[in-house]
């Protein structure tokens, strides 16, 4: 369940009713901020949309670092199989000259 | 698109599905429960289980707030709408979902006034603007929806707007995990949690997954590189035997959870003491109901509900499938009396049910001889 | 309901009831247009009716739609069109600005397309029973020199081309509509592929195996339709099919798969392996075709069906779409 897509947040509109305009490449809704009333978003801020509700603000901060550790995967074990190459390890086995 | 394209990088992806191959003991055949529908399409429109080896199973999971309605529930909200000058509001998720008398949408074919709308903020802006109607709002969905549900019956009732009510079908994920977890057939090693319900419960309701059944529960997103990291995740989980709790999707859902939305829940919701999903059958405190300070905008208290209860074809094997002991493709009416042109279970009319999805994305692949590569 | 919106519903009235009971006998596939032959002249005729809500909206109206709708259905069977007639269906009470907006729209899409709108009739019927209005258009034309279109000639290796941007039409209807609060900078693609169609077939004439539109139902329905007529499988490659960020935007929001999305100034076309080279260039320095490009190919599996492939190696079968795209939450 659950469609709930990034956007940014173009403008907030004070009121009774939190709403701000919120940017999807180009698409714009108005969204209503009640859900994040305890953190309200600032115009530049992304935010988590579902069913025209912001419900989560997104942190650019582990975005980054969540694709830093996905880039590292099979870094490691690409330098593992390297240092395995050189014949550092003793595996038992002579090496041909 | 920012917080999605990155997501979907096919070089990582390529290197995420070699560190899961490498992950995955070749002596071990894993069962991952992905709990929500979002999480099963996701996999299918993205070909997820191209990347994956033959030894991971992904059984989908009961999170379709669709395919668990039972078609009696679809009929009260139709009747309700059968009164005069009532307009039927709901998600375009509804509009095809079949009652015994129809779907929504063959309903609005015969003259009935039913209208999709993309919020329930909508739903009440109808009402405002159809001052001599009354607009009933079908709702649906998990914990990720129904707060948005209760901020707007609180605008209502702030804004003094009377000609509205919501018709609540919201439902809890924990209990439905629970039924899964009790059923004697099932055998599964981890879960792939729901993301965004997830960023409204956090992620303390799932600890006595790992305290105690001993299974990992990885909270994921839903673009590619977020549920092959989750999967990366509970491969480890597994392998160093241990059972915890891991926010994937640490970018969205607060551990916490948010307090304004469970407030919002709190205020204007209480839990049914009973509540029949559709293939599982009745579950206790597993889904929400209006509260009686609200009484004037609960549906149910404002109109005459049949409350007729309508058992599934009896050949129909929609249960077995949701709890995953069935996969789509083995439900005997799978693809002949049940495609998602004429469905008989909920399963295959919501686009995130396991056999809709399955028809859609999947069983003609399976019939492909040649593999595919990507054309040049 | 569904039987309109291009899909298998659609279809299934068409072949089911129709065909059976008005169509001359004969295994011919169901094309965009038919080809008659009157004693060594051939001609090519089509009809198409037009209904949409609102009539106007950014880009264009219903006018426009309905010349241009008939021209494209006509170039994509292979045909110039040269001249059309008009019947338009008024609901009572239709102010007269707006019948006359439309009919100054036709003229001028008419015009701009180079057909003649040689004469027409007009029926006025009950308050309430038109949205306004609904127009038909027949149109006949000119089989173009050396094309000839047959899904039955399609082989597998054939390239799959594809004019431009997907979903521009729907999505602007959709949101012109107003019901879903959306708002952003886009418009109807209506234009008369013609010339892009000329100018691919003066380049490869006997190469293009096979064209469509792919209006309602988009892309998706049109290949699926071409799959199951000559029983091959289509592969896309994702990252060609050309969307604009706007459309995109629209979808991912609303759970819409832009290969559903209607399209009113596209055209598909399957062209012969050695000449789709020669084909795209000449699409692409065509005013209006720069964005055409390769999507996918003709395989001989998944028979019957459109996969689509990522760079990823994952995949996933679209098929036609079933009544109309409805957004979705979950």
Redesign the interface.
């Known amino acids: 369940m659950c469609l709930a897509i990034p956007g940014q947040v173009v403008k907030v509109f004070s009121g009774q009713q939190n709403t701000a305009l919120i940017d999807v490449v180009g698409v714009r809704r108005k969204v209503d901020l009640g859900l994040l009333e305890d953190d309200m978003p600032k115009p530049g801020d992304w935010v988590l949309i579902h069913v025209g509700f912001a419900m989560s603000k997104i942190s650019e901060e582990d975005a980054l670092d969540q694709m830093r550790t996905l880039r590292a995967l099979g870094e490691a074990e690409a330098a593992t199989q390297e240092v395995q190459g050189y014949g550092l390890e003793d595996t038992g086995k002579t090496e041909p000259a | 698109m920012k917080f999605v394209d990155e997501f979907r990088e096919p070089e990582v992806i390529t290197r995420t599905a070699e560190e899961i191959r490498r992950l995955a003991d070749p002596n071990r055949h894993y069962r991952i429960m992905e709990v929500c529908g979002g999480h099963t399409y996701a996999i299918y429109r993205f070909g997820l289980k191209d990347l994956l080896p033959a030894n991971i199973d992904l059984i989908h999971g009961p999170g379709c707030p669709v395919c668990v309605l039972p078609m009696g529930r679809i009929d009260d909200g139709l009747a309700i709408a059968q009164q005069p000058d009532v307009i039927f509001a709901a998600f375009g998720d509804m509009m095809r979902v079949p009652g015994t008398q129809g779907s929504p949408l063959e309903h609005k074919a015969r003259g009935m006034d039913i209208r999709i709308v993309y919020s329930p903020s909508d739903a009440l802006k109808l009402a405002q603007s159809n001052p001599e109607k009354h607009v009933m709002f079908f709702a649906i969905g998990f914990e990720t929806t129904a707060p948005s549900t209760a901020l707007t019956v609180m605008r209502a009732k702030s804004q003094g707007v009377h000609n509205f009510s919501v018709f609540c079908n919201h439902v809890t994920i924990i209990p439905a995990i629970r039924a899964i977890l009790d059923s004697p057939d099932m055998r599964l090693d981890a879960f792939i949690g729901p993301g965004h319900v997830s960023t409204v419960i956090g992620c303390r309701p799932y600890e006595w997954i790992a305290v105690n059944e001993k299974k990992p529960v990885a909270v994921s997103g839903f673009e590619p590189l977020d549920i092959l990291q989750s999967i990366v995740m509970l491969l480890r989980q597994l392998k160093a035997e241990e059972a915890r709790i891991e926010n994937q999707y640490k970018r969205v859902v607060p551990w916490e959870g948010n307090r304004a939305a469970l407030r919002a829940i709190a205020e204007v919701f209480e839990l049914r003491p009973y509540f029949e999903w559709r293939g599982l059958g009745f579950i206790s405190q597993s889904a929400l109901r209006i509260k009686d300070s609200y009484a004037e905008w609960d549906s149910e208290q404002r109109f005459h509900v049949p409350g007729v209860r309508v058992a599934d074809p009896k050949a129909a094997q929609c249960g077995e499938v949701l709890k995953g002991v069935l996969k789509p493709h083995q439900c005997k009416l799978f693809g002949n009396e049940c495609t998602p042109e004429h469905p008989i279970g909920a399963l295959m009319v919501s686009s995130e049910g396991s056999c809709a999805a399955y028809f859609n994305y999947e069983h003609r692949k399976a019939a492909m001889v040649t593999s595919i590569s990507s054309v040049a | 309901?569904?039987h309109g919106a291009g899909g298998?519903?659609s279809r299934r009235l068409v072949e089911g009831l129709f065909a059976p009971l008005l169509f001359a006998s004969g295994s011919e596939p169901l094309g965009d247009a038919a080809h008659l032959d009157f004693s060594g002249t051939r001609i090519a005729i089509t009809t198409d009716s037009f209904v949409v809500k609102p009539l106007s909206f950014p880009g264009g109206s219903i006018g426009e739609l309905a010349v241009n709708g008939t021209v494209n259905d006509l170039a994509v069977s292979g045909a110039r069109a040269e001249a059309l007639v008009v019947t338009y269906v008024l609901e009572a009470g239709l102010p007269t600005p707006v019948l006359e907006a439309e009919v100054r729209a036709m003229g001028e899409a008419a015009s701009k397309a180079g057909v003649t709108i040689a004469g027409g009739d007009t029926k006025v019927v009950e308050h309430g029973k038109a949205d306004f209005m609904y127009i038909t258009t027949t149109g006949i034309g000119r089989p173009l020199h050396g094309v000839r279109v047959d899904p039955r000639s399609v082989r597998s290796g054939d390239k799959i081309v594809l004019s431009g941007p997907i979903g521009d039409h729907g999505i602007t209807i959709l949101l012109a509509r107003g019901?879903?609060?959306?708002?952003?900078?886009l418009r109807s693609d209506t234009r008369s592929v013609l010339p892009l169609v000329e100018a691919m077939a003066k380049a490869t004439g006997p190469g293009i195996r096979w064209m469509r539109d792919p209006t309602r139902g988009g892309v998706a329905t049109s290949l699926n339709e071409l799959a199951r007529d000559c029983g091959l499988?289509i592969?896309?490659?994702e990252e060609?099919l050309a969307v604009r960020?706007?459309v995109?935007?629209?979808c991912?929001?609303?759970?819409l798969d832009p290969l559903h999305i209607a399209n009113e100034g596209q055209f598909l076309a399957v062209v012969a392996p050695e000449y789709t080279d020669a084909a795209l260039n000449a699409l692409n320095l065509c005013p209006g075709g720069e964005e055409g490009r390769v999507i996918?190919?003709v395989?001989?599996?998944?028979a019957?069906?459109v996969?689509v492939?990522?760079?990823?190696?994952?995949?996933?079968?679209v098929?036609m779409l079933?009544?109309d795209p409805?957004?979705?939450?979950?």
């Open positions: 309901m569904a298998k519903a019901e879903l609060d959306l708002e952003a900078d499988g592969v896309l490659t060609k960020d706007a995109r935007g629209a991912e929001l609303l759970g996918g190919e395989r001989e599996q998944p019957g069906a996969l492939s990522t760079r990823y190696g994952g995949s996933r079968i098929d079933v009544g409805l957004p979705r939450i979950c």
